[in-house]
């Protein structure tokens, strides 16, 4: 037994040593790391699309349940800098070539579009400042009455809508339009009164490459006073607006475009809540409870677990106009209205504030109760804070204004582009600026601190409004290492 130990121990020692002795060496070769290469990604072309004209439900009978076609046409308004080596391809198809003038551009559109600025260097900055795009439409039909307007925006993956309601008389359609050549995917994630919706089919709704689908909110929740949606694209980039409309009794009554706002704060700003036809709205209440929304609202919804306290003050643009204020508390996870009563017909504009994040927009209602008879509607989302200088396109038609708040304690000065002309207003603090715009022409605003801005149009007594947005695709130095 100790032999056989020893001849173990003997054949391993001879297996070592020939490993030791007879295996070749070898030879470890050392390289340095690649260098990163760092390299400058230039931004795509930028590209703005509109929703089109309005949509009516049922088809050309009128009663089909999943058909929709347009109603007349949008009417187009671009500004474009005109900036050199770049080319506008316009919504109506006409192409501009830039030589460093800035170009006015109007025209219609019967259907979803886009408009591109080409840049031959990938260099040009992008922003408002290289192109604004907006649409607008006036409507007079049996089954819709109002005055709409929405920007023509970036497509994205993800946007939100605040406002509208699909109760009695309501209606609510969520257009979704794909210009890209890449099939859409979409999930929803709708809150109302009463919480989060759990409806069959939020998620997995197709948008196919180049066109539209439009979904009946009243297919997911029913009857519901206070609406916010999210919405969230996967595959191709996206728009999205929520078009609402007012039934009462058997006639149509004021309509608008909900477009998305990137606001989640606990400090917003509304400009532009110019209020007209104060004492025909009330008259108006007080007929039938087909016309108890015709009052201006705050719509807010509280993202999380945690109640919100919030106060909403609305102040007058000068001191002949008295605004008003409430103190409430909005439930954490839910859509909650507040009326905002006791405004006179004047300018004012609203401050809210809150403990904690959250969304919010707000309704303006317009209404005549003699001779052309009407009731409208628009829904002002909180505005984007600026700085810098901003282009914004102002329709061909009807009366536009732009009310510009400054939120600071000290006094800003903005000075805005109109055409050829030159204008300069000082605007002292924590107060506003009411400027009536020309029909057609871009407006630049540059002011010397931080602002809030928005446009409010007027056409034959129906209203609308516009944001003031900076749309702009990202460029920058990607860093690549190769193994």
Known sequence: ?????????????LAIAGLIFLVPPVTVIESKAPQAQSLQVSAKDLQLTCSGPVVLAGGSSGTSVNSFRRLGNASIATT????SQTTLESIGGQKII???????????LGGAGSAKVVDKTGTTEQGSSLLSVNQTQLVDDR???????????????????????????????????????????????????????????LSGVSVRKNSTTVLPMSSFVLRAESIAVQIQSFGGSIIAVLQQKAIRGTKANGADYIFPSEVVAKESFFPGILVRGATDAAKYRKVSAAYSDVQNMLRVFVPGDQDANLTFQVIGTDSETFGTAISVKAPAGRVSDFEITGLKNGDYFGILTSDVPVRSSLRLVRAKSTGDKFVDFAWINSAQS????????????????LSIVNPATKS?????????AVVKRNIAAASAEV????????????????????????????????PVVDEKNISGQVTVSIH
């Open 98 to 108: 830039g030589y460093g003038i800035r170009q006015d551009v109007v025209g219609k």
């Open 1 to 13: 037994m100790i032999f056989l130990r020893f001849a173990r121990w003997v054949a391993v020692g």
């Open 143 to 201: 089954s819709i009455k109002g005055l709409l307007a929405a920007p023509c925006i970036r497509p994205k993956s993800e946007f939100w809508l605040v406002g509208g309601s699909t109760s009695v008389g309501r209606e609510a359609l969520l257009i979704l339009t794909n210009p890209s050549a890449v099939d859409a995917t979409v999930d929803l994630s709708i809150f109302t009164e009463n919480g989060s919706s759990h409806s069959a089919g």
């Open 80 to 83: 474009y800098s005109g900036a």
């Open 386 to 401: 600026f700085d810098s200088t901003r282009f914004v396109a102002v329709p061909n038609f009807g009366i536009t204004k």
């Open 412 to 420: 800003v000065t903005v000075t805005l582009r109109i055409g050829g």
């Open 435 to 466: 400027v009536q715009l020309a029909k057609g022409l871009g407006v630049g605003i540059s002011p010397s601190g931080l602002v809030y801005a928005n446009l409010v149009i007027d056409s034959q007594g129906r209203v609308a409004t516009l």
